[in-house]
């Protein structure tokens, strides 16, 4: 079962770019909820309990529990985080999908690779993780928090691929052909071998004898 955890939010009758620096500079931000046939609603939440909270949860398919205005909280997704592109930690708006018990909703879990390979312990190879996430189509209450794939048999050249994988009570809806993992022969790193430097012959020292060449003259 995936994550569960609480946010608080007030609802927010401000809009725009003016209004989303006022928040900020009061220790709140921008959010919005909206699915589940309902109108979509602008809300304020506390920056600091925002981060402590998606520093926690971590997995984009955590469940949150959301309290506005003291109304009975709602369950939510987090569809989108936006932050600062200068300072990455400074959260800037959230984007919050409220979900029912009774409908799918499709989701991303993280996959975990579980085991060490035949191919990575016996022959020296190295495991390659392609896939790191799931799309799966769940009920909320049957969303794992991580989806495990077991490589222990996998050997040299060989590949785990998504229809190889299944979630229970869930549908996955990658293409059943994407390679999730598989093990490459070991790399080894290429030493480049200068070329040759050709010998340059000294040139030969050819200079004019000095009496042997030079008869005297005949008196």
């Known amino acids: 079962m995936?994550?569960?955890a609480t946010l608080t939010a007030e609802p927010r009758s401000t809009t725009g770019k003016g209004a989303a620096r006022a928040l900020r500079?009061?220790?709140r931000i921008p959010a919005i909820?909206?699915?589940h046939n309902r109108t979509p609603e602008n809300l304020a939440v506390d920056v600091v309990e925002a981060a402590r909270l998606i520093q926690t949860i971590g997995a984009a398919a955590a469940i949150i529990e959301v309290s506005v205005a003291?109304?009975?909280p709602v369950k939510v997704l987090i569809r989108e985080v936006q932050r600062n592109p200068v300072r990455p930690s400074d959260l800037l708006h959230l984007d919050l999908y409220e979900i029912s018990a009774d409908e799918k909703i499709v989701v991303?879990?993280?996959?975990h690779?579980?085991?060490v390979p035949d191919g990575v312990r016996n022959s020296g190879g190295v495991l390659d993780h392609l896939l790191h996430k799931l799309e799966i189509r769940v009920f909320p209450r049957d969303i794992p928090e991580h989806i495990e794939v077991d490589v222990t048999t996998l050997t040299i050249g060989h590949q785990v691929f998504v229809r190889d994988v299944t979630v229970a009570n869930a549908e996955v809806m990658n293409d059943p052909n994407q390679p999730i993992c598989t093990v490459v022969p070991p790399r080894t790193e290429t030493v480049e071998?200068?070329?040759p430097v050709a010998e340059v012959a000294e040139p030969e020292l050819i200079r004019k004898p000095k009496a042997?060449?030079?008869?005297?003259?005949?008196?």
């Open 108 to 111: 991303e879990v993280p996959v």
């Open 113 to 115: 690779l579980v085991g």
């Open 25 to 27: 500079r009061a220790g």
């Open 212 to 219: 042997e060449e030079e008869a005297p003259a005949e008196e």
């Open 2 to 4: 995936a994550t569960q």
């Open 193 to 195: 071998v200068p070329a």
């Open 70 to 72: 003291g109304r009975e």
């Open 33 to 35: 909820i909206y699915g």
